[in-house]
């Protein structure tokens, strides 16, 4: 399929689209949700836009990770059922969960999501299935325990956080409320932490580049638009947590 040189040459572009992104995002905040705005195009319903934005991380995924030829081994499974425990939740059962209507997205908002998706997707999937190697002793490696240990834990976090903000709106509500409880005591971005902790517990566990482009990618991508859910939240109650953080309990 791709030569080696090329293989890497595509994960060059992710790290360069990570730093692309965090320099970006630094002047523009993503036109979706609390900062959706006038100018950017076609709009288009928030569930749709999750389905079209992560379906190359979730079947594309799954369909590029049979191909590779280690993708019957023990260790490349648990990767990729590691991978689909995040991503076909996110595709498939994130929006459908989602209570209130959402503010419609940029479609190019969500196609930028999807171009990204099939770059990191098919490094992702290349890697674990057909490039890199990993024998039964790698289930006993300190990168792979340690790197379970994160995504698990971000895991946990991002999905109790996301499910908090759900319960902040009743059918058919748009607003926006405080919100409280689990990691929120500490943060205004929890959600975004846990994801950090996943895709830095994923790398860890691979050991691998594509593994370090995405961490990066997430962390380019969710940083700067915590400090700006923050901003927001701090502009819009008056009577919002003075103690609470962006993003990282205690420190920022
Ligand atoms: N790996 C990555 O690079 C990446 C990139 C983007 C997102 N994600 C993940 O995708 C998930 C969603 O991301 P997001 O950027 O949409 O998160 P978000 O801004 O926190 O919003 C999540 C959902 O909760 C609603 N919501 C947020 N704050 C609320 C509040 N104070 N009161 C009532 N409802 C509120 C939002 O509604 P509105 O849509 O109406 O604002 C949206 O439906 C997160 O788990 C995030 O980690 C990952």
């Known amino acids: 399929m791709l030569s080696e040189e090329s293989f890497n040459r595509l994960v060059l572009v992710e790290i360069g689209a ?3 992104t965090a320099l970006l ?10 900062h959706a705005r006038q100018g950017w195009g076609v709009m288009i319903p928030a569930k749709w836009a999750w389905l079209v934005m992560e379906m190359p991380a979730s079947l594309g995924f799954l ?5 590779g030829s ?13 991978w689909q425990l995040h991503y076909l ?11 209130g209507l959402g503010r419609p997205w940029p479609l190019l908002v969500a196609l930028s999501g999807f171009s990204f998706q099939c770059l990191n997707g098919f490094v992702n999937a290349r890697w674990i299935s057909e ?4 024998d039964l002793d790698w289930l006993w490696s300190p990168q792979f325990l340690v790197g379970v240990f994160l995504f698990l834990v971000g895991f946990w976090i ?9 319960r902040l709106r009743q059918p058919g509500d748009s607003s926006y409320h405080i919100p409280s409880g689990g990691m929120y005591r500490w943060v205004s971005c929890p959600n975004y932490f846990g994801e950090i902790l996943e895709w830095t517990g994923w790398a860890v566990m691979t050991w691998s580049l594509p593994g370090l482009a995405f961490a990066l990618y ?3 991508n969710l940083g700067p638009r915590a400090l700006a859910h923050h901003r927001w939240y701090q502009k819009e109650f008056s009577d919002y947590p003075a103690q609470r953080k962006a993003l990282i309990p205690f420190l920022i």
């Open 18 to 20: 990570a730093i692309a």
């Open 25 to 34: 995002l630094l002047f523009i905040t993503a036109p979706y949700g609390r």
């Open 63 to 67: 369909a590029l990770y049979f191909l």
């Open 70 to 82: 280690r993708a019957f081994q023990a260790v490349p499974l648990i990767f990729c059922a590691i």
């Open 89 to 99: 939740q996110r595709t498939f059962v994130y929006p459908v969960l989602q209570r």
């Open 131 to 134: 490039r890199g190697s990993y």
């Open 158 to 166: 991002n999905m109790q956080s996301d499910a908090i903000l759900r």
């Open 218 to 220: 997430t962390i380019a």
